[in-house]
């Protein structure tokens, strides 16, 4: 049965989740799609994510004023990993809420470096506008268009063939006045009158189901507006491998998946400018990290080697490519940057969460786990970097599940199992009509903890399970079709009328995507000698992994049975990566020294894959 959902609004941002009582409020934060810095891993002893309880009940436990300085504990700050969520006030003012600091937010904390240098860098996005006013040529100054505008603005510009055709007429067309739009030092663009302040860019992170675009004041590096569209190449298959596939077999579905791409692309700048009251015509700049196929479809780059060994990729460095030539409802001149890809399926996306997390300036052994339909996973250990990727599959995803969704409103996110109670944690604080991925995995750990479950993935019959199950629980335990399964609402709670089970099936497609990530870290780790414990953190990326319980993920073996506070969020690092190489020209060069650094891992050229795969489909005997 569900229990009644606390809502909790979050200041400045707005942003608002509902969630079950006893909820940490670093977890809901996460929930709301804001990741808090944890340097301590969660343990209550940095003080990293204090946020403000402006309204609301919420207990912090243990965590007493020496936490944090007693002045901010007396202004109703708080730890956020030690403080959950009770309740609203008394008075029944309806909703919690708690107001965020800036500088508590794990994208504050990511300084923009100078090449490699760890110092803190500066603001320096590539795209430059510069108002000029040109002396008119005369016979004592006689000097070309091109070096009279290069002396007016200060630099050596460089101009395509088209450009230097348009250069004249726009400069006696508008005597010799207006603003010179510069990509590093190639002129993109020329404008009348002074534009200088109306400059902008988005940075997108285009994934196998979702696709994230934030827009940019490139002139002061101010976010003004982020959109998100489901990706519709979903309709050709949920994951890569059936998108390759249709490629290879229709020799029209290239161009088909890539305008479909292109379309949303479009729709997320048109949305976000529109939002921010800005014309599209003053974008200049797009910044894409994807996987590999992602980025070739959207760069029509047939991705037809991937579907097959050795998975070649296309392209290592980075791309950059004209926005109209891809049909990209931006400026004329503007450019698309996108990421270097390693290697197979190791793509941009990679390359720009390994830039986000800094990760080759570890100085002890630390792993970067990206969890979605395709896992990457990269080790940095003395000097060295390793990255693979394995095909989880999108049972991650709510997708392949016999009453799996998205995370979309009416998904079950959270399962807990308190004595003969279930208690489920529903988007939008609806009824439940489905179970997304984060809840499959609470609903089969809880299971493993109360021996409803064996380490085979079997769910128990009803007559096989301990003598101590609940009687309640017991009645769950449903036979049908000659497997078991457990109900986790009857019909009567459900928004489909419908009984919403946890089905057998469904844990097997769980076994089978946490296998393949648990046998990408093992291969990995040994290829270094390294054991799970000699990792300092791992650090979890991506959407899917902000919302997923640590303890949970290791119940059923899809991370290492390491201390839950060396697993540590890190958000969607591919999308802050590409805003950091929006903002800051240097970031790029640092995106491309990462490539080069790395060792790409080919999974399935590995003598030991199938065997570390079929044992990590296996679930631990006990809690870790």
Not at 58 to 76: D, E, F, H, I, T
Not at 162 to 167: A, D, G, V
Not at 314 to 326: I, N, P, S, V, W
Not at 460 to 480: E, K, S, Y
């Amino acid at each position: 049965m569900r229990t009644e959902e606390i809502k909790v609004r979050f200041q400045p941002s707005g942003r608002t989740v509902y969630v079950l009582p006893g909820t940490k409020i670093v977890e809901a934060a996460g929930r709301a799609g804001i990741i808090l810095q944890t340097p301590c891993g969660g343990q209550g002893t940095c003080g990293k994510c204090r946020v403000k309880i402006v309204r609301g009940m919420c207990s912090s436990g243990k965590a007493g004023p020496k936490r944090l300085p007693k002045k901010l504990w007396s202004q109703g700050y708080r730890p956020a990993c030690q403080t959950a969520i009770e309740g609203a006030q008394p008075a029944g003012e309806g909703e919690i809420v708690i107001e965020i600091p800036a500088d508590s937010t794990f994208e504050t904390s990511q300084k923009i470096l100078v090449g490699d240098s760890g110092a803190k860098g500066r603001f320096n996005p590539v795209i430059r506008k510069k108002h000029f006013t040109l002396p008119k040529p005369s016979s004592e100054n006689p000097r070309s268009d091109v070096a009279r505008l290069g002396g007016a603005i200060g630099d050596e510009v460089e101009l395509s063939p088209e450009m230097t055709r348009l250069l004249p007429g726009f400069l006696r067309a508008h005597d010799w006045q207006g603003t010179a739009v510069l990509a590093e030092h190639r002129l993109i663009a020329m404008e009348e009158g002074d534009s200088s302040r109306a400059v902008y860019g988005v940075a997108f992170d285009i994934g196998t189901t979702t696709v994230v675009g934030t827009l940019f004041n490139l002139a002061d590096g101010s976010e003004l507006a982020v959109a998100s569209r489901m990706n519709p190449q979903i309709a050709f298959g949920d994951d890569v491998v059936s998108r390759i596939r249709r490629i290879r077999e229709d020799s029209g579905a290239l161009s088909e998946l890539q305008r479909s791409i292109l379309e949303t692309v479009n729709d997320i700048i048109a949305g976000a400018a529109r939002e921010a009251g800005v014309a599209t015509a003053n974008v200049y700049e797009i910044t894409v990290a994807g996987n590999t196929t992602m980025q070739q479809i959207l760069c029509g780059f047939d991705p037809s080697a991937l579907g097959e060994m050795p998975f070649v990729h296309l392209f290592d460095r980075a791309q950059t490519l004209a926005a109209g030539r891809l049909g990209l409802r931006a400026n004329a001149g503007a450019e698309v940057y996108v990421f270097p890809q390693i290697g197979g399926f190791v793509g941009g996306d990679t390359v720009a969460g390994m830039l986000a997390a800094r990760l080759d300036q570890w100085q002890k052994p630390v792993m970067l786990v990206d969890i979605g339909t395709n896992g990457e996973i990269v080790l940095a250990y003395d000097g060295r970097m390793l990255a693979t990727s394995t095909a989880a599959g999108p049972a991650f995803e709510g997708a392949r599940i016999t009453q799996g969704m998205r995370a979309t409103a009416g998904a079950v996110e959270k399962v807990l199992i308190r004595g003969g109670d279930v208690l489920l944690n529903v988007i939008g604080d609806a009824k439940p009509a489905g179970i997304c991925g984060t809840a499959l995995i609470d609903a089969v750990a809880e299971l493993l903890r109360l021996r409803l479950l064996d380490p085979t993935g079997r769910v128990l019959p009803a007559d096989a399970a301990p003598p101590d199950t609940p009687a309640g629980l017991r009645r769950r335990l449903v036979a049908r079709d000659h497997e078991t399964h457990f109900l986790l609402a009857a019909a009567d709670e459900t928004a489909t009328g419908e009984d919403l089970y946890l089905w057998q099936r469904d844990i097997r497609e769980l076994q089978l995507a946490a296998g393949a990530i648990r046998a990408g870290i093992a291969i990995l780790l040994r290829r270094v000698g390294l054991k799970p414990d000699d990792l300092e953190a791992i650090l979890l990326a991506g959407a899917f992994g902000n919302f997923i319980r640590r303890n949970n993920a290791r119940r059923i073996g899809l991370l290492p049975p390491i201390p839950c506070e060396r697993i540590r969020f890190i958000g969607n690092a591919a999308s802050l990566g590409a805003k950091m190489v929006l903002l800051a020209e240097e970031e790029r060069e640092y995106a491309e020294q990462l490539r080069r650094k790395t060792e790409h891992v080919d999974l399935s050229l590995d003598a030991g894959f199938q065997d570390e795969f079929v044992s990590a489909m296996m679930f631990p005997d006990s809690d870790c």
